[in-house]
T-cell receptor
C-alpha cells in the first residue's frame, strides 16, 4: 500500500494557461474524490468517481474544470483558462467504496496562478 | 445543506495539558462524523470516525471524540498533548449513504508550548 499520490506537488502558472493534475489512488480503491482547499479554509468537495463513472459534481466545479478517470484507476483534473481565484491546494482522496468507508488523502497539488 | 462549525480558529496548550477541540454540525439526520489532522506538507490523516453505536470513539495517537446528539456536537479530546500534536485539525461530516462526500469545518490550528 503506497498511499494516494499526486503529481505535481506544486504548479505555478500564468493566468489564462491550462493546467492538469494527476492523482493515483490506492490500488484496490473504487472511489476517487477531488477537493479544493484555500488558505484558512477546510477542503471543499469538487467531484467524485465510482470506478470510471463521475457520479457527482459540486457547483464549485465550473465549466473550466474537467475531471476524468478513464480506466477506473488514476484520475486527472484539468483547469482551463486559469484565473487567480483558482490558486489553491487540490486534494485527491480514495476509498474502497463501501458504505461509510474511510477516505485516504494524498499530499495535494498546490496551484499558484500569477 | 449540511454545515460544520469549528468555533476555535487557534488554540494554544502547554505540552502535557489536556485538549478539547469543538465541533458542531448542522444536518437533517445524524451524519457520519470524522476528525482529520493536517500537518504542514502532509496529507490529511484520519484520527477517528463515528458511524453508530458507542458515542465515545477512540482513535489513533491517543485521541478520542464524543458524539452528543442533543448538542449536535462531536468534540475531540486528548488527555495529555505532545509537542508533535501541533497541527491543524478538521472536523468533517458525510451524509448517510450516497457517495460519502465530506463537508469540512474551517479547522482549528493547534499550537503546543513546551
Amino acid at each position: 500500500d503506497t498511499g494516494v499520490s499526486q503529481d505535481p506537488r506544486h504548479k505555478i502558472t500564468k493566468r489564462g494557461q491550462n493546467v492538469t493534475f494527476r492523482c493515483d489512488p490506492i490500488s484496490e480503491h473504487n472511489r476517487l474524490y477531488w477537493y479544493r482547499q484555500t488558505l484558512g479554509q477546510g477542503p471543499e468537495f469538487l467531484t467524485y468517481f465510482q470506478n470510471e463513472a463521475q457520479l457527482e459534481k459540486s457547483r464549485l466545479l465550473s465549466d473550466r474544470f474537467s475531471a476524468e478517470r478513464p480506466k477506473g484507476s488514476f484520475s486527472t483534473l484539468e483547469i482551463q483558462r486559469t484565473e487567480q481565484g483558482d490558486s489553491a491546494m487540490y486534494l485527491c482522496a480514495s476509498s474502497l467504496g463501501s458504505l461509510a468507508d474511510t477516505q485516504y488523502f494524498g499530499p495535494g497539488t498546490r496551484l499558484t496562478v500569477l | 445543506a449540511q454545515s460544520v462549525t469549528q468555533p476555535d480558529i487557534h488554540i494554544t496548550v502547554s505540552e502535557g495539558a489536556s485538549l478539547e477541540l469543538r465541533c458542531n454540525y448542522s444536518y437533517g439526520a445524524t451524519p457520519y462524523l470524522f476528525w482529520y489532522v493536517q500537518s504542514p506538507g502532509q496529507g490529511l490523516q484520519l484520527l477517528l470516525k463515528y458511524f453508530s453505536g458507542d458515542t465515545l470513539v477512540q482513535g489513533i495517537k491517543g485521541f478520542e471524540a464524543e458524539f452528543k446528539r442533543s448538542q449536535s456536537s462531536f468534540n475531540l479530546r486528548k488527555p495529555s498533548v505532545h509537542w508533535s500534536d501541533a497541527a491543524e485539525y478538521f472536523c468533517a461530516v458525510a451524509p448517510l449513504g450516497g457517495g460519502n462526500k465530506l463537508t469540512f469545518g474551517t479547522g482549528t490550528q493547534l499550537k503546543v508550548e513546551l
